[in-house]
Every structure is written in structure tokens, then in C-alpha cells.
């Protein structure tokens, strides 16, 4: 009698505590949250003089070459809504450029560095899923700068180049990532605005004309996010 009572009771309880389970609210939907992350890969950057008419029958004619080196920093990532977040790079940069020798008994190829830190504010865009579009800018402080001639070690640029080149560079910034879980890959594209350098450029006929190089660089790296 006793266990036919239990079962009883254990079977009108059974739509309560069903009821019970219905009327409560489905956790709610895990929101974007702020990250954290490391970032580094490589850099190509190049460094084309303007006006174009400046290095016409010029040493520089033909002979600029691109610098490939590296890149390393924090990036601070804050959702704003669904598919937008605002994004902090920092950045430890180093971009330059080359110049070859081409004439029958002229220098070594010499390469041009500098080091740069460099401050890239962004917006970004959820395109599909895992795949961020972004666009902003950047900032730039030139840090050191180095010289090599042809199979030489590096060496510090003498005063007389320096005084040429500007300690600030800006220009716009964008990029593309793509996540894995807590890895991502990324490729960014910085097109300098302001001169990085300023100089006179001679031609063959000793005639000097005002130029100014910039920075065009691209950057494809991996990063991972540590909150």
C-alpha cells in the first residue's frame, strides 16, 4: 500500500516539477567580450620617392628595392555592438628599404632600417563568422635607424643621413583576420601619408630636386589572444 501511495504521489508531482523547469528562462546568449592578444610576423615594406619626375636620370632610378623584416606587439580588441569592435594595436615595427648598384664598378647593394613604435587604432567589422574586416590609422615614432652595405653587419646610420629623415610617420591603416578558436591569422596594409624622409635628389647633370619618401608597408602575421 505504502509503495502504491509513493508512486501516486511521485506521478502527480511530475507536471509540477516539469512546469517547474519551463517557467525558467534560458540562460542568456554569451556576449563578445574584450580580448586581449599578442601579435608578430613579418613586414615588407618599400619606400618610393615622389614627385616621380625627381628620380628621373637619378641614382635612384629603378634601383629601389623593398625591405623585409618583422613586426611584434599587444592588441586590445572592445566589442561595440553585434558585428562592430574598436581595436588597439601596439606595435614594435622595423621597415626600410634597399637600393641597388647597377653601373660596372659602383657600391654593394646597401639596405636602410628603421625602428619604429607604432600605435594603430582601428575599427572593426565581423564580415562572416570568423573572417574581421578593419580600418583607422596609425602613428608611428621613429625609434633607431641602420645601414648595411652589401654582406656587411649592420651599422648605425651616420648623423649626415639622419638629418633627413622625420621622427613621426602617419598614415591609414587596414587589415584582415581570420580566427581559429584562440589563434588568428592577420594581414594588414599600411600606406604612409606624411613623408618618412625628406632630401634632394642629384642627377647626372648635377641639377638637385626636393623629394620625399613614404612608407608602404605589408604586414602578415599570427596572433593569440590571452583573455
Known sequence: MKSLLLLLALTLANPLFSQE???????????????????GGLNSNNMPLRPNHAIE????????????AYFAGLSARQPICKHFAAKLDAQYVVKG??????????????RYQFSYLKLV??????????????????????????????????????VDFIQWTENFDWGVASGLRLEFGRFFALVQYHLGLTPAIKLEVTDDTGQSTPASQYHRSLQIGLGFKII
Do not use: C
Open 21 to 39: 523547469k519551463k517557467d525558467v528562462p534560458p540562460p542568456e546568449a554569451a556576449r563578445p567580450k574584450f580580448s586581449f592578444s599578442i601579435i
Open 57 to 68: 636620370g637619378s641614382w635612384y632610378n629603378d634601383r629601389m628595392q623593398a625591405e623585409h
Open 121 to 158: 587604432p582601428q575599427l572593426e567589422y565581423n564580415v562572416y563568422k570568423n573572417i574581421f574586416f578593419s580600418l583607422g590609422g596609425y602613428g608611428a615614432l621613429r625609434l633607431k635607424e641602420h645601414i648595411k652595405y652589401g654582406d656587411k653587419d649592420w651599422e648605425k646610420i651616420d
Open 97 to 110: 628599404f634597399g637600393v641597388k648598384m647597377t653601373s660596372p664598378g659602383s657600391q654593394p647593394p646597401v
